[in-house]
């Protein structure tokens, strides 16, 4: 198969290595639908859903929100694969979750270019290969693009930025959806990674906050085409989390009114809280939309 010794996966090399997966999947819920940590009479029981042998994909995991969602993750007991471009911040990331023993969280590194369909194809069916089933899309890689007044923006600053937030994260989702649909037990969870541009603008960022808004369309999407098949979506949207993207705020970025200033930041871990949180719900209950910010950052309040 794919996999080396050090746990990287080889995407397109794992997709001609079939094997017999691991029986990872959860047994269906009993009677008194306990396994989803409901009792029978509808009031909510002292079981919280087991994340063993979960499996979940974070894809920009070799850095900021990403590497700090896969932290949380594998620490809460999910098997992790991580994805993005550069092999050697997932190898970082994958250090990071510290040595694996043998009955503890597997992680698995797939370098993968959300752009690129081929790509995401290939990861996901190393996810299949490696684990047999895909409980949980962290849809997060992103980027923000170059920064610039509206009409000096060139067509390829505005495509670049399409691809990854809006088509990236269409494919990815859309491998998810197709695993998750096909698998048995049937389901899954997607947790798009908005942005508190999702709701307002930031001045000189028009794709990025155009492919922010889009991926609420994309949220509402795949919650209403993912109800007959047991597979819930929810959207995270972010404000100022110290991140290699949000350097500025710290520094000074500029506002509405044209000032330039700092502005307070959050740590990336109190956002990895929230994607766990949302990722542990028993598939009958979604976190829909949830934001995340730095309590004092300008939004509220018009400033
Ligand atoms: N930090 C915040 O306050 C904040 C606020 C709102 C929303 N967000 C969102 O959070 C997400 C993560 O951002 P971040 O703050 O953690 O910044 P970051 O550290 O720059 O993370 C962006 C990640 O996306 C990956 N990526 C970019 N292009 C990719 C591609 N073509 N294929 C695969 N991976 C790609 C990068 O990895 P490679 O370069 O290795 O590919 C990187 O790990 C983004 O979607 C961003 O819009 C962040």
Redo the contacts with the bound molecule.
Sequence with gaps: MGEAADGQVSARAAQGSRHTPPDTRQSAPDAEGLDNGVSGDGVPGDRVPSVAGKVAVV??????????VAQALAAAGWDVVL?????E??AETARLLGPRGSDGPAVIRV??????PA?VDALFAAVRDRFGRLDLLF??????GRSAPLDELSYDDWQAVV???LT??FLCAQAAFRTMKAQDPQGGRIIN??????HAPRPDSIA?TAT?HA?TGLTKSLSLDGRPYRIACGQ???????????GR?ATGIRQADGRTAAEP??A?AD?ARTVVHMAALPLEANVQFATV??TNMPYIGRG
């Design positions: 894809t920009g995991a070799g850095s900021g929100i990403g590497r700090a994805a993005g471009r550069r092999a911040a997932l370098p993968t270019d959300v752009t690129r790509e849809n997060n890689a992103g980027t923000f691809d990854v937030n990236g994260a990674n908005g942005s508190l541009s999702a990025y922010k991926m995270l949207d972010i404000g100022n989390a110290a991140t290699a993207m949000t705020m930041v959050m990336a956002v910010m730095a």
